[in-house]
């Protein structure tokens, strides 16, 4: 081993000690998980954004990327590492949450803070390669960004909302792409950053103060929550300690049914936590 790889293994040794302490810190008690496929250094950025799942295998977005890896988390079985090229166009530098549909992905996409040109792109679930297929939604619409999508395949379509004042949920069709309805949401849930459909409801992961995950009735726009992924509520620095990422649905063999995605305190670890059904209260 020389002397750079020496460094560069102390370096991250003590970012990860570092990173593991201001958790602790600052994120307080965790909502109880089964199990947890956890990402360190370079590979947490491919797993950094939102994850679906087209039942055999998990789909990562990345900040331009997407990767998809066996259930296990350790084999990686498709790569697109440039994922925006198509949107250059559009200042695209962004993927956000992600769903799955007929074996496609759906993938929300952003310009940054410009918020001026939000997009749903599809991808080929097989290869993670662009199909040629995408919708720009009208900024009269999502007026700040596309950070998700949640394909609903039972009603044929896919539902988008904005990063902040969601008091709403828009539909479009899942083959046309045209806008088909909006869904009055009973108040503002904030910071979705994604969701997808079980049993006929919206199951929604968000990065508010506690991470918390919500059921959403999409008749109604009436929502409950489910859990808070992180049981402590910063009082010095909103949300610090890393960001609540997207979720995914899945039943597994070790009964957990939720697995939802987060990123530690330095943004160099994430996490894809993997819940058991939640009691309803």
Known sequence: MNIITQILAIVMTFLMTLTGALNSMFNGDIYPYESNTRTVGLQTLTRSQGVTTDNKSWIFSGNGQLTKVSL??????????????????????????????????????????NYSYPIVALYDSETLEFTGRYTLISKDILFRGCPWVCCDAERGVFYVGNSRDAVELYAFDLETLEYVKTIPLESEIVSIQGAEMYEGYMIAATNDATRAVYKVNIETGEYTKMFDRIMYEPKLIDNFGGEGEGITVLEMEDGTLFHALDIGALFIDSNLRHYKPVEEK
């Open 72 to 113: 296990d988390g350790e084999t990686q079985i498709a790569a697109n590492k440039k994922a925006l090229a198509e949107f250059e166009q559009y200042g695209s530098d962004h993927i956000g949450g992600i769903s799955y549909y007929n074996g496609t992905v759906y993938a929300s996409v952003e310009d940054g803070e």
